[in-house]
C-alpha cells in the first residue's frame, strides 16, 4: 500500500504565492513520476505539472514561468511553489505518483486534494 498526503492549500489573494507539499509513503521501493493535477468546479481534472526521477519537468502551458515543480527523493516528497495566482489557478490539486513497491508490483496513486482558493 502507498499513500500520498498533500498540504499547503489555502485562501491567497490574486498575485500571491502558495507552497503544495506532497509526501509518499507505505511500501515504496521506487518512485518514477511525481505531478499535480487539478480539478476546478464543473470541470474535468486536468494536468499541472510532472517531474521525473531524474529531475525532467513538464508544465502545462497555462502555469508556465509561475508555478515550478520539485522533489526531493530522500523524503519522497514533491512540491509544487506557485507563485503570481490568478483566479483561474482556484480548484482541488491533486498529487499523483507512480513507481514499484516492495513487493515489486507497480502502483499508480493519488492523494486526497487541498484546495487553493484565489481571491480576485
Known amino acids: 500500500q502507498v499513500q500520498l498526503v498533500e498540504s499547503g492549500g489555502g485562501l491567497v489573494q490574486a498575485g500571491g504565492s502558495l507552497r503544495l507539499s506532497c509526501a509518499a509513503s507505505?511500501?515504496?521501493?521506487?518512485?518514477?513520476?511525481m505531478g499535480w493535477y487539478r480539478q476546478a468546479p464543473g470541470k474535468q481534472r486536468e494536468f499541472v505539472a510532472v517531474i521525473t526521477a531524474t529531475g525532467s519537468t513538464n508544465y502545462t502551458d497555462s502555469v508556465k514561468g509561475r508555478f515550478t515543480i520539485s522533489r526531493d527523493n530522500a523524503k519522497n516528497t514533491v512540491y509544487l511553489q506557485m507563485n503570481s495566482l490568478k483566479p483561474e489557478d482556484t480548484a482541488v490539486y491533486y498529487c499523483?505518483?507512480?513507481?514499484?513497491?516492495?513487493?515489486?508490483?507497480?502502483?499508480?496513486?493519488w492523494g486526497q486534494g487541498t484546495q487553493v482558493t484565489v481571491s480576485s
Open positions: 507505505g511500501s515504496i521501493f521506487s518512485i518514477n513520476d
Open positions: 499523483n505518483a507512480d513507481g514499484r513497491t516492495t513487493w515489486g508490483t507497480l502502483y499508480d496513486y
